[in-house]
């Protein structure tokens, strides 16, 4: 299994990004797939998953702006980024899990968290005010 992101860079507050990850080793019928984010000194947080439905979830502070889609056709999953505040900035990861995700997008993004099996090495978003 690869996943590899991209996409990452620098803007100013009010901005967007679209990230990228390209998977490869597996199949998207078999796993859900999403993003988490980690800043310095801060633990890991997921910010949103699609299962292979097509169902999406988000955390609450990205509700509205930031949106998760996937190409089955390019194996390759991405998450527009609007309206970026400062406190958006972290490095980026995208991962999978097997694990039916279901239910509220809190309880569904806490179980993609303590399930995920595989993940990139990142991708680095910053955004300054």
């Known amino acids: 299994v690869q996943l590899v992101e991209s996409g990452g860079g620098s803007v100013q507050a009010g901005g967007s990004l679209r990230l990228s990850c390209v998977a490869s080793?597996?199949?998207?019928?078999?796993?859900?797939i999403g993003w988490f984010r980690q800043a310095p000194g801060k633990e890991r947080e997921g910010v949103s998953c699609?299962?292979?439905?097509?169902?999406?979830f988000y955390t609450d502070s990205v509700k509205g702006r930031f949106s998760i889609t996937s190409d089955n056709v390019k194996s390759t999953v991405y998450l527009q980024m609007d309206s970026l505040k400062p406190e958006d900035a972290a490095n980026y990861y995208c991962?999978?899990?097997?694990?039916?995700?279901?239910?509220?997008?809190?309880?569904?993004?806490?179980?993609?968290?303590?399930?995920?099996?595989?993940w990139g090495k990142g991708t680095l978003v910053t955004v300054s005010s």
């Open positions: 991962a999978i899990t097997q694990k039916i995700l279901t239910g509220s997008d809190r309880y569904a993004l806490r179980l993609f968290m303590y399930a995920m099996n595989y």
């Open positions: 699609i299962t292979p439905t097509g169902e999406t």
């Open positions: 080793g597996f199949s998207f019928a078999d796993y859900a």
